[in-house]
């Protein structure tokens, strides 16, 4: 089995593909690493605020802020009218220039308004206009970390999809060219069952692996660069990051201070992991009893369209009321499903002990019964050629 394991592990991973795999994951990591610099040097006025001309009474009154800024010629021009404003531009507004705008001009003409106002009256509209509201939260359902984890546990939820029927794919490979029946003269199909199990766990995990390294590897290198600085700024600018860490050794130790979040990333991957080989065992039974490569397609097109429905319905139920009490929650415990919905709940809303039990044992149990049933299937229908109009070789 060892000496199986090894030549498939080398035929797969020691080939041009994979290393032209692994040369585009570098190039996509590095421009993940480096977009700030690239995006700022394409397009250098990205964070510039908007240059604005202004045509009003009282420039003084108008506030300009971090986002506008005055110039005598400008492609953006405020005019003030009798019956309101009017912004003249020479090019059509985003949807962010024009709350900026909008937001400026707002807070101006209450300025004038102001100004035309005596002080009592002031206070009294003041009071009408802006009624005092105070925000209470009892609870603090999600986490900002747990969130970004959330994200690297979707991450690799899509890329372990993308290899779960690998070894499906190779099993209808072998079938086709008669090699599994050379195979199984030197070893017992029951021994090529499980070094395919085998198989299929590695190869996820080098995936992943390979994965982190490349990561790894940029990462180290936007460390050295600049510690991370320009690109956490940039994301925080684009409002993908709320972090309050502002560079890569920061957030290397907030991670390493906080090992709750470790243990539960790890916890959230073990879910994710059963999960996908559960997908993985079930699509090599389906494909044992298929006789070409484009049987096997049509079995394994299904499956990706509903891991991806299933992705999508655990965003739509991510939510309090649904991962605590309603369809989220009791999906956690469901064998497969829970490989997506308990790693959202151990997350972000702090599942208890027993449940992450319950859901873990209920996963594993599902596995087990899977493998050991699908060894008497695989056995007894692997070399089934019946549906073939050619006659095969012997069994032996």
Same mark, same amino acid.
């Given at each position: 089995?060892?000496?199986?394991?090894?030549?498939?592990?080398?035929?797969?991973?020691?080939n041009k593909?994979?290393?032209?795999?692994i040369?585009?994951l570098?190039?996509?990591?590095?421009?993940?690493?480096?977009?700030?610099?690239?995006?700022?040097g394409?397009?250098?006025?990205?964070?510039?605020?908007?240059?604005?001309a202004?045509?009003?009474?009282?420039?003084?009154?108008?506030?300009?802020?971090?986002?506008?800024? &005055?110039? #005598?010629?400008?492609? %953006?021009? +405020? /005019?003030? =009218?009798?019956?309101? *404003?009017?912004?003249?531009?020479q090019?059509? $507004?985003?949807?962010?220039?024009?709350?900026?705008?909008?937001?400026?001009?707002?807070?101006?003409?209450?300025?004038?308004?102001?100004?035309?106002?005596n002080?009592?009256v002031?206070?009294?509209?003041?009071?009408?206009?802006?009624p005092?509201?105070?925000?209470?939260?009892?609870?603090?359902?999600?986490?900002?970390?747990?969130?970004?984890?959330?994200v690297?546990?979707?991450?690799?939820?899509?890329?372990?999809?993308?290899?779960?029927?690998?070894?499906?794919?190779e099993?209808?490979a072998?079938?086709?060219?008669? &090699?599994? #029946?050379?195979i199984? %003269?030197? +070893? /017992?199909? =029951?021994?090529?069952? *499980?070094?395919?199990?085998?198989?299929?766990? $590695?190869?996820?995990?080098?995936?992943?692996?390979?994965?982190?390294c490349?990561a790894?590897?940029?990462?180290?290198?936007?460390?050295?660069?600049?510690?991370?600085k320009?690109l956490?700024?940039?994301?925080?600018?684009?409002?993908?990051?709320?972090?309050?860490?502002e560079?890569?050794?920061?957030?290397?130790?907030?991670?390493?201070?906080?090992?709750?979040?470790?243990?539960?990333?790890?916890l959230?991957?073990?879910?994710?992991?059963?999960?996908?080989?559960?997908?993985?065992?079930?699509?090599?039974?389906?494909t044992?009893?298929?006789?070409?490569?484009?049987?096997?397609?049509?079995?394994?097109?299904p499956?990706?369209?509903?891991?991806l429905?299933?992705?999508?319905?655990?965003?739509?139920?991510?939510?309090?009321?649904?991962m605590?009490?309603?369809?989220?929650?009791?999906?956690?415990?469901?064998p497969?499903?829970?490989?997506?919905?308990?790693?959202?709940?151990?997350?972000i809303?702090?599942?208890?002990?027993?449940?992450?039990?319950?859901?873990?044992?209920?996963?594993?149990?599902?596995?087990i019964?899977?493998?050991?049933?699908?060894?008497k299937?695989?056995?007894?229908?692997?070399?089934?050629?019946?549906?073939?109009?050619?006659?095969?070789?012997?069994?032996?």
């Open positions: 089995m060892i000496h199986l394991i090894g030549f498939s592990l080398s035929r797969r991973f020691k593909m994979t290393f032209f795999l040369i585009v570098l190039i996509i990591c590095l421009f993940i690493g480096f977009c700030d610099i690239l995006i700022e394409m397009k250098p006025d990205l964070f510039d605020p908007l240059k604005i202004l045509n009003v009474r009282n420039t003084e009154l108008f506030e300009l802020g971090e986002d506008l800024v &005055i110039e #005598e010629k400008a492609q %953006i021009q +405020i /005019s003030e =009218k009798d019956d309101g *404003y009017e912004i003249l531009t090019h059509e $507004l985003a949807l962010e220039e024009e709350l900026v705008l909008f937001t400026a001009i707002e807070t101006y003409h209450r300025n004038i308004k102001s100004h035309e106002l002080e009592e002031l206070i009294l509209v003041n009071e009408m206009s802006y005092r509201i105070d925000v209470t939260v009892e609870s603090e359902s999600t986490n900002r970390d747990h969130d970004m984890l959330f690297f546990i979707t991450g690799i939820y899509f890329m372990m999809i993308g290899f779960a029927a690998l070894i499906a794919q099993i209808v072998e079938k086709t060219t008669n &090699i599994l #029946e050379l199984g %003269i030197s +070893i /017992s199909l =029951k021994t090529h069952y *499980y070094s395919k199990i085998v198989i299929g766990w $590695l190869s996820v995990l080098l995936q992943i692996v390979m994965g982190l490349l790894g590897i940029v990462v180290v290198v936007r460390f050295l660069y600049d510690d991370g320009g956490i700024a940039f994301f925080k600018k684009l409002n993908l990051m709320t972090i309050e860490q560079s890569i050794s920061e957030m290397v130790k907030m991670i390493f201070d906080n090992q709750e979040m470790i243990q539960l990333l790890l959230s991957l073990v879910f994710l992991f059963i999960g996908i080989l559960f997908i993985q065992m079930t699509l090599v039974l389906l044992t009893s298929v006789q070409t490569i484009e049987e096997a397609g049509s079995i394994q097109s499956f990706y369209i509903v891991l429905v299933l992705y999508y319905v655990c965003m739509f139920l991510n939510n309090p009321e649904s605590t009490n309603g369809l989220g929650y009791l999906f956690s415990f469901v497969v499903l829970s490989m997506i919905f308990m790693p959202s709940r151990l997350l809303y702090a599942p208890g002990t027993l449940e992450v039990i319950v859901s873990f044992v209920c996963s594993l149990m599902a596995l019964v899977l493998i050991k049933w699908g060894e299937r695989y056995v007894e229908t692997v070399l089934d050629f019946s549906k073939n109009s050619q006659s095969p070789l012997p069994r032996g």
